[in-house]
C-alpha cells in the first residue's frame, strides 16, 4: 500500500507545482508555458498507455467545462486570458489533472 501512495504523489507533485506557481508568475502566458514544460518534462520521464489521449481530451473538455462554468455565473475569474473568460493556463493545468486521475485510478486497481 505504501508503494501505491508513493506512486501516486508522485504524479499528483506535478499538479501541486503547477498550483504553486500561480500566485508567482503573473503572465499567464509564461504560466502557460512553464506548465507545458513540466507536463513535457512528466510524460518524457515517464510516458504510458494512453496519457497523450487523456491529456488531449482533458484539454478540450475543460475548456468547455469551464466555458459552461463561467456562462452560467458559477465562476469567476480575474485572470481570463483564453475567451477573456479564463485563465489561459487553467485547461493546461486540468489536462494534466486528468492525466494524474487516471494514472492514480490504474495504480489503484492493481
Do not use: C
Not at 506548465?35 to 510524460?43: E, K, R, T
Not at 486570458?81 to 485547461?91: A, D, E, I, R, V
Request: a positive charge; proline letters at 4%.
Amino acid at each position: 500500500m505504501l508503494q501505491k501512495i508513493s506512486r501516486i504523489t508522485y504524479n499528483v507533485i506535478p499538479v501541486i507545482v503547477m498550483i504553486g506557481l500561480i500566485p508567482f508568475v503573473a503572465n499567464d502566458y509564461w504560466l502557460t508555458a512553464i506548465d507545458a514544460l513540466i507536463i513535457a518534462a512528466v510524460l518524457w520521464y515517464r510516458n504510458e498507455k494512453h496519457d497523450i489521449t487523456v491529456l488531449v481530451f482533458g484539454f478540450f473538455i475543460m475548456i468547455l467545462a469551464e466555458y459552461f462554468f463561467v456562462s452560467t455565473g458559477v465562476e469567476t475569474f480575474v485572470r481570463n486570458s483564453l475567451f477573456g473568460l479564463m485563465p489561459l493556463w487553467l485547461p493546461v493545468l486540468w489536462a494534466y489533472g486528468f492525466v494524474a486521475i487516471k494514472r492514480s485510478v490504474f495504480i489503484l486497481s492493481r
